[in-house]
């Protein structure tokens, strides 16, 4: 599927959308100019970078976000310019946004194992969904300052030699302490989404170890030192649980809810949904995750550590709650948690990573500015560095304890945001389990039907639900 064109001719439709927009918005108005050259721009600037400069990851994916804005702000043009140029505008962004998820299919390098993106307009444009959440993750995403670099980099050393020391990097299942057992958190009724649920929250205590860098700074995030967590369950009779662990940005109940209540409803399975440090109501910036992926990977290593302490607390509790058997299901960053709970606890009936984060140091690689990575790299702060240091919680690194038939993973072959190779990579350390790979993207899974039934297999076969 890899071809690259000198001159890629998906780059042809948002060039002239882009100058539809523009070329119009002088008769819109004031009001009607200004909405007009925010497609309009985007889209005449990604088309021609997409002409001359084909390869950047980052031109599709505003070009994308080009074509969607103009959908919308098409609409008042029916009344404002009348229905022909109304029309126009849309088609021709519609045809863009489609365009672009094209243009980023053909130039992604195939990954070996992994089925080939089979080109279709449907696969276009959940390709090009991706693309419009990586480009407002790009704008919006905080970062580090430039002066932090070299703190940052100083600190990543100093870690990596403690950690050494302590024999972390050789067996890094012993960085992670036994939690105490979770005996009476706080639990009041709430709703959210049209769902009755439970809201726990107690005290985490977790803190990372005396003599780590960062430690001061962790423990100064004052909101995230209280954990949470969502619980939707039945108490007529003991019930498997499954522990649901939602993906970056996300831990508000409305939207968790909604993302994993099918388990109950369908299944009747009692579910523990986890709010991970740094979102939700443990949100310390501006947004839900900020300061959990934010290129400051002693925080990102706290995080993932504070993460399985509070994971396996709360496991403490659902198994006194005399739960028969209890699995772990996580998306993306959540994904990534699960895989890594899965090498921690015991005895987990399954766990089953979607569409997972695997490599924290590839993805900044590959989703960071570039000139951010190049000033980075200049004060010292490198890759291989990094993926020493999150070796300590990393679930390519540690073994799973979950029996293989009962581990399952599932990924899109045209995932923006995490790439096949991380979930592939996953795969490979786990002995190859089984695995679905679906003809979508990273948005889109809850769609496709082979995850569902992925989903239904596996809670049958371990247990979760009797066939």
């Known amino acids: 599927m890899f071809e690259q064109r000198r001159w890629p001719r998906e780059g042809i439709l948002p060039t002239i959308a882009g100058l539809a927009w523009l070329w119009n918005a002088a008769s819109f108005g004031v009001v009607g100019f200004a909405f007009s050259i925010i497609p309009g721009l985007l889209l005449v600037g990604s088309g021609i970078s997409i002409l001359l400069w084909a390869g950047d990851r980052r031109i599709t994916q505003f070009s994308a976000l080009g074509g969607l804005l103009g959908i919308p702000f098409s609409l008042p043009v029916f009344f404002v310019a009348g229905f022909g140029v109304g029309l126009l505008l849309m088609a021709l962004s519609i045809a863009s946004f489609v365009s672009s998820g094209a243009a980023a299919v053909r130039q992604e390098p195939h990954t070996a194992g992994v089925p080939v993106p089979e080109p279709s307009l449907k696969l276009s444009a959940k390709v090009a969904l991706d693309d419009v959440l990586c480009s407002t993750m790009m704008i919006s995403m905080p970062l580090p300052e430039l002066s932090?670099?070299?703190?940052?980099?100083?600190?990543?050393?100093?870690?990596?030699?403690?950690?050494?020391?302590?024999?972390?990097?050789?067996?890094?299942?012993?960085?992670?302490?036994?939690?105490?057992?979770?005996?009476?958190?706080?639990?009041?009724?709430?709703?959210?989404?049209?769902?009755?649920?439970?809201?726990?929250?107690?005290?985490?205590?977790?803190?990372?170890h005396p003599e780590e860098p960062g430690r001061e700074r962790w423990l100064g995030y004052e909101k995230n030192r209280t954990a949470h967590a969502w619980?939707?369950?039945?108490?007529?009779?003991?019930?498997?649980?499954?522990?649901?662990?939602?993906?970056?940005?996300?831990?508000?109940?409305?939207?968790?809810?909604?993302?994993?209540?099918?388990?109950?409803?369908?299944?009747?399975?009692?579910?523990?949904?986890?709010?991970?440090?740094?979102?939700?109501?443990?949100?310390?910036?501006?947004?839900?995750?900020?300061?959990?992926?934010?290129?400051?990977?002693l925080d990102t290593v706290h995080a993932l550590a504070n993460a399985m302490w509070d994971m396996r607390r709360l496991l403490s509790w659902v198994r006194s709650q005399e739960a028969p058997a209890v699995g772990v299901y996580g998306l993306s960053l959540g994904g990534y948690n699960a895989a890594l709970l899965s090498c921690l606890d015991n005895d987990l009936a399954c766990a089953i990573p979607g569409i997972p984060l695997t490599c924290f140091a590839r993805a900044t690689w590959r989703h960071g500015p570039p000139l951010w990575l190049r000033y980075a790299e200049y004060d010292g702060l490198s890759r291989p560095d990094v993926e020493q240091l999150m070796s300590v919680v990393s679930p390519l690194v540690l073994e799973p304890k979950v029996p293989h038939a009962h581990r399952y993973l599932f990924g899109g072959v045209a995932d923006r945001l995490v790439p096949p190779d991380q979930v592939h990579d996953l795969w490979v350390h786990w002995d190859k389990p089984r695995i679905v790979w679906y003809q979508g993207a990273h948005v889109t899974f809850r769609s496709e039907p082979e995850v569902r039934r992925l989903l239904r297999d596996a809670v049958h076969e371990s247990g979760l639900v009797p066939s």
């Open 148 to 208: 932090r670099h070299r703190q940052i980099a100083e600190e990543i050393g100093v870690a990596r030699n403690l950690f050494e020391a302590r024999g972390w990097l050789e067996k890094p299942e012993d960085y992670h302490r036994a939690p105490p057992i979770l005996e009476a958190p706080r639990i009041r009724t709430a709703r959210a989404a049209g769902v009755d649920y439970e809201h726990i929250r107690f005290e985490s205590g977790y803190a990372p």
């Open 231 to 297: 619980v939707l369950r039945k108490t007529d009779k003991p019930r498997p649980w499954l522990m649901c662990i939602h993906g970056f940005q996300l831990g508000r109940a409305p939207i968790d809810l909604t993302i994993f209540k099918e388990f109950h409803e369908r299944y009747g399975i009692n579910l523990v949904m986890p709010v991970l440090p740094l979102h939700g109501p443990r949100t310390e910036g501006r947004r839900s995750g900020d300061g959990f992926v934010a290129g400051d990977y």
